[in-house]
């Protein structure tokens, strides 16, 4: 069974970085595509950033130039790095996974999800 598991996620002040981690088993993330999205209070999921079966990378505006998507396939694992981070950044970030070809900033692109990782940002 293809299970994705975050870890990462905290409290941090404006301006501070983290680095949220998605472990994948039951299969190989190495041509899947992968992404991250977000979810904050009252708000629908929105895509972060992503990387498609091509390995084309995109961003959300939001994030362009503070986030960095990156994956190691020795370790079946996919890591999203923040920096600069604002409170507006603040809410719950999924990794995941899924063969898709072309844009890959939707949710609707993904059927293989984590459980989510709280990512909050305050002084």
């Known amino acids: 069974q293809f299970q994705l598991v975050e870890s990462g996620g905290g409290l941090v002040q404006p301006g501070g970085s983290l680095r949220l981690s998605c472990t994948a088993s039951?299969?190989?993330?190495?041509?899947?595509?992968i992404g991250w999205f977000r979810q904050a209070p009252g708000k629908e999921r929105e895509g972060v950033s992503c990387?498609?079966?091509?390995?084309?990378?995109n961003y959300a505006d939001s994030v362009k130039g503070r986030f960095t998507i990156s994956r190691d396939n020795a370790k079946n694992t996919m890591y999203l790095q923040m920096n600069n981070l604002k409170p507006e950044d603040t809410a719950v970030y999924y990794c995941?996974?899924?063969?898709?070809?072309?844009?890959?900033?939707?949710?609707?692109?993904?059927?293989?999800w984590g459980q989510g990782t709280q990512v909050t940002v305050s002084s």
């Open positions: 990387i498609n079966t091509h390995g084309k990378i």
């Open positions: 995941a996974a899924d063969i898709v070809f072309g844009p890959c900033l939707s949710t609707r692109k993904f059927d293989h």
């Open positions: 039951g299969s190989s993330l190495e041509y899947h595509a």
